[in-house]
């Protein structure tokens, strides 16, 4: 899963609705969290977050931006990203990239030890490390707020937002270095997940490169 880090898709920010909502043990369990709960019940329930996104990456050593636009979709066990005419499909521990520049899919073996993003590796240190709470607006909105102390956690603090129907409108995340992070998401709603909606299509005449047999 190397490759991911110079794909399209090589931000992941992208991937905290699946770290901190879909994750049973991602957070210590709170009690005065109603719209966090029923954020995750959304995804224990089968139901699929669909949304535009804009994400920006921040370095804030070097003073780098990165921004990258799409379209994701966030199940419970799976994932699918578009990013123009690329795609990215995550499921039954199997990853296969299509990069339109080239004409080539890649197939690999979803290992999350080798992959810097995985939900695994930002996972350690954010359990009982993180302390969650939420705050109702006037406006309807919720903010979701989860920081942690831990030196080796991923991210310092992770902000969800959400609009008055419990839809994630808006993710900010610091990590331990200080970079920010921004996911906004457009049109965000949640659907009843489709026969096909996570099939993975790509032209017939693409080059195939599946990586999980090389030694």
Same mark, same amino acid.
């Given at each position: 899963?190397?490759?991911?880090?110079? =794909?399209?898709?090589?931000?992941?920010? +992208?991937?905290?609705?699946?770290?901190? +909502?879909?994750?049973?043990?991602?957070?210590?369990?709170?009690?005065?969290?109603?719209?966090?709960?029923?954020?995750?019940?959304?995804?224990?329930?089968?139901?699929?977050? /669909?949304?535009?996104?804009?994400?920006? $990456?921040?370095?804030?050593?070097?003073? @780098?931006?990165?921004?990258?636009?799409?379209?994701?979709?966030?199940? +419970?066990?799976? $994932?699918?990203?578009? *990013?123009?005419?690329? /795609?990215?499909?995550?499921?039954?521990?199997? *990853?296969? !990239? $299509?990069? =339109?520049?080239?004409?080539?899919?890649?197939?690999?073996? $979803?290992?999350?030890?080798?992959?810097?993003?995985?939900?695994? #590796?930002?996972?350690?240190?954010?359990?009982?490390?993180?302390?969650?709470?939420?705050?109702?607006?006037?406006?309807?909105?919720? !903010?979701?707020?989860?920081?942690?102390?831990?030196?080796?956690?991923?991210?310092?603090? !992770?902000?969800?937002?959400?609009?008055?129907?419990? &839809?994630?409108?808006?993710?900010?995340?610091?990590?331990? &270095?200080?970079?920010? +992070?921004?996911? !906004?998401?457009?049109?965000?709603?949640?659907?009843? @997940? @489709?026969?096909?909606?996570? @099939?993975?299509?790509?032209?017939?005449?693409?080059?195939?490169?599946?990586? #999980?047999?090389?030694?």
């Amino acid at each position: 899963m190397k490759f991911l880090k110079n =794909s399209i898709y090589n931000s992941y920010p +992208l991937l905290l609705l699946y770290l901190f +909502l879909l994750q049973p043990s991602a957070v210590s369990a709170q009690s005065d969290t109603p719209q966090f709960d029923l954020l995750k019940s959304q995804f224990e329930n089968n139901r699929v977050f /669909f949304a535009e996104f804009t994400h920006e $990456y921040n370095d804030t050593f070097t003073g @780098e931006q990165q921004r990258t636009t799409g379209t994701i979709w966030v199940g +419970l066990d799976k $994932y699918k990203m578009n *990013s123009g005419s690329n /795609f990215m499909l995550v499921e039954n521990d199997i *990853s296969r !990239v $299509y990069d =339109s520049s080239k004409n080539r899919v890649i197939i690999s073996e $979803y290992i999350e030890e080798d992959d810097d993003f995985a939900p695994s #590796r930002m996972l350690q240190g954010v359990d009982d490390s993180f302390n969650v709470n939420e705050q109702l607006l006037d406006n309807g909105q919720t !903010v979701i707020r989860m920081e942690s102390e831990d030196p080796f956690s991923i991210f310092q603090s !992770v902000t969800i937002y959400l609009n008055n129907s419990g &839809v994630p409108s808006r993710i900010e995340a610091i990590d331990q &270095v200080e970079n920010e +992070l921004l996911t !906004v998401f457009n049109n965000g709603r949640f659907i009843d @997940e @489709e026969a096909g909606l996570f @099939e993975f299509n790509y032209p017939e005449d693409a080059e195939w490169i599946d990586l #999980r047999h090389d030694i």
